[in-house]
């Protein structure tokens, strides 16, 4: 076994939670599934995520103020399947469930109360296939705990498109 695969079978062991990022930029808006995120400093309090270059959701993120980020619970994997499944270049995902316009008009999906909506610090264009997101929390909701959507849960999901 060769270290790529060694590594993709460390990464996998942590199991990370998924989580569903939303945009809006203009009149346009989007989400997409994401499983590359994480805490980023204590203080000042900061979260990265890391969006697919293929991805429109990251095209908007590019020039976006303001980014949210939904917690999928254990129950949610639908939504997984829709924000992971389809990409925004066919269909407007937002249109199959219900949000409202958070800070700077950011979807915020009612199905996902456990989520925060964050105003972009600065972006990192690695020279990988993904770009990190700086986001600083402005606005967060939900309470007690919630056992999250694992990524082990979504090996049958079909990418709407290639990483």
Same mark, same amino acid.
């Given at each position: 076994?060769?270290?790529?695969?060694?590594?993709?079978?460390?990464?996998?062991?942590?199991?990370? @939670?998924?989580?569903?990022?939303?945009? @809006?930029?203009?009149?346009?808006?989007?989400?997409?599934?994401?499983?590359?995120?994480?805490?980023?400093?204590?203080?000042?309090?900061?979260?990265?995520v890391w969006l697919s270059n293929a991805n429109r959701t990251c095209r908007l993120a590019e020039r976006a103020d303001h980014l949210a980020v939904h917690v999928l619970a254990s129950d949610q994997h639908e939504l997984a399947e829709l924000f992971g499944g389809e990409t925004g270049d066919d269909i407007d995902k937002l249109a199959r469930t219900t949000w409202e316009a958070g800070p700077g008009g950011v979807p915020l999906l009612g199905a996902c109360p456990h989520r925060f909506a964050g105003r972009v610090v600065e972006r990192h264009h690695s020279r990988g296939d993904h770009v990190g997101v700086l986001l600083e929390p402005i606005e967060v909701s939900g309470e007690g705990p919630s056992e999250p959507l694992r990524l082990r849960h979504s090996a049958n999901i079909e990418p709407g498109h290639p990483a």
């Open positions: 076994m060769g270290t790529a695969d060694r590594f993709d079978d460390l990464v996998a062991a942590m199991d990370a @939670a998924l989580v569903v990022v939303t945009v @809006a930029v203009s009149d346009e808006r989007d989400g997409c599934l994401v499983g590359f995120h994480s805490q980023a400093s204590i203080e000042p309090r900061r979260y990265v």
